[in-house]
């Protein structure tokens, strides 16, 4: 390759980054701005966490659930997905999250106020549970699992971020922020009931999903996985 050959792919790929750069922020512009009505707390949190944090970073740049019409997210917090309110519905138990979702969705996000572990979840097309199903005893787990398998199609789509287990050091210090994190909002010691990423495997498997493992931990210090299950 020639010395201005070079020069002109250097140059197209910086153009290209730039471009994607400046997609990337107007996603997260897109996704954030609901929230700025609802407070500084509200706002700054979205940010960061759906700059920040590997998982939103991949559902929203992937648009891993861009093809799905009916979201359903179990423990949706103050409903960060909903970069299409009218197609997601949300269940958390926290009512103060509930309330953050509300304020910032409006009436055209339906978020409701129940234990994941009793809601009805009706029908769905995707239904996400990032960090939220390790909180629930082992046998609810499958309950959960089963139930969401029901709530699916055929090819419908779960992702569930979970701890690996087996990730010795990175585990031990997700679990240690996990367990520090509950303390500070005042939830006590709470036990949780995590498995290894094999294990999580065949948990999905004998409810009814063919799953494959994502690392989603990038520039974190945590042993989070991100499973994306069909339902089969």
Known sequence: MSDSSARSALASNASARREWRSLRAALLDRACEPYRKVGRFAYHFARGKLRSDPVFRAILELGLLSRHRRILDLG??????????????????????????????????????????????????????????????????????????????????????????????????????????????????VGLHCRSIEQWRQLLSECGFDSRAEPMSHGTPFANVLLIALAI
């Open 76 to 189: 949706c917090g103050p409903g960060l997905l909903a970069a299409r309110p009218e197609s997601m519905r949300g269940i958390e138990l926290m009512t103060r999250e509930v309330d953050r979702a509300r304020r910032a969705l409006g009436s055209g996000c339906e978020v409701v106020q129940a234990d994941i572990r009793s809601a009805v979840l009706g029908s769905a097309d995707a239904v996400v549970i990032l960090d939220v199903l390790h909180y629930v005893p082992a046998p609810a787990q499958r309950d959960v699992l089963q139930r969401v398998r029901a709530a699916l199609p055929v090819g419908g789509l779960l992702l569930l971020r979970v701890s690996d287990a087996s990730a010795g050091l990175r585990f031990r210090f997700t679990k240690w922020v996990d367990q520090a994190i509950l303390l500070m909002r005042g939830h006590g010691r």
